[in-house]
């Protein structure tokens, strides 16, 4: 049994969500949320809400008991760039990139990884 959650589109570097991603991998739910409580990243936020919602999908779906769950595999992938332009001297122009990323938490009853 797996429940799956994704966030799309998430205003943030996957870079940098990968840092917090990392701490959660393999982890059981309630560690799992206490990490991401007490972590005050932009990325633990969104990964909190994410997981959340995993762990919602799991119990509807599959009637699974939430202290059996595990943190079976996140992810982070790269969305699209906003591109930004930034006026410099002499007539030119810096381009900014506004990066997302799209965050995929999947929970299990068997431990992962």
Excluded: W
Aim: hydrophobic letters at 45%.
């Amino acid at each position: 049994m797996e429940a799956i959650a994704k966030y799309r589109y998430a205003h943030l570097s996957a870079q940098k969500a990968r840092l917090i991603a990392d701490l959660i991998r393999g982890k059981s739910i309630e560690k799992a949320y206490e990490m991401l409580e007490f972590n005050n990243k932009k990325a633990a936020e969104i990964l909190n809400k994410t997981l959340k919602s995993a762990v919602a999908n799991a119990e509807n779906k599959f009637a699974a008991d939430v202290d059996e769950l595990f943190v079976n595999q996140v992810f982070v992938d790269e969305g699209p760039y906003a591109k930004r332009f930034r006026a410099r001297a002499r007539g030119r122009a810096n381009q900014i990139l506004k990066r997302t990323c799209h965050v995929t938490v999947i929970v299990s009853d068997k431990r992962g990884v």
